[in-house]
Nanobody
């Protein structure tokens, strides 16, 4: 499956952004999806994820209450709504997918659990 991420940009602290990731596979509905980010000089880290059924979500503590992940299986799309952005949210955001038909209510949180990755979209938050 090919993943196309979009929606990044340059914003000020406190602003909002909505990232989208579209999958090319028609079987997308059975993919668990996640967002990761990588800041300059740092390793890629988990941000948020959602089970393929869409009933379970997981967030890193640093974004809880500010970010919301959602999945639209009819459009093969997963979104990440980011509110109250902070300078430390700056980085390249990657969407990831994994075909997990047997883990329908599991939100995957580790990089190695994902098989497919998008190209990344830059988010820059100025103070």
């Amino acid at each position: 499956v090919q993943l196309q991420a979009s929606g990044g940009g340059l914003v000020q602290a406190g602003d909002s952004l909505r990232l989208s990731c579209t999958a090319s596979d028609r079987a997308y509905s059975t993919y668990a999806m996640g967002w990761f980010r990588q800041a300059p000089g740092r390793e890629r880290e988990f941000v948020a994820s959602i089970s393929w059924l869409g009933d379970t979500t997981s967030y890193d503590d640093s974004v809880k209450g500010r970010f919301t992940i959602s999945k639209d299986n009819t459009k093969n799309k997963v979104d990440l709504q980011m509110n109250s952005l902070k300078p430390e949210d700056t980085g390249v955001y990657y969407c990831a997918a994994d075909y997990s038909p047997d883990r329908y209510s599991t939100a995957l949180t580790r990089e190695w659990e994902y098989e497919f990755w998008g190209q990344g979209t830059q988010v820059t938050v100025s103070s």
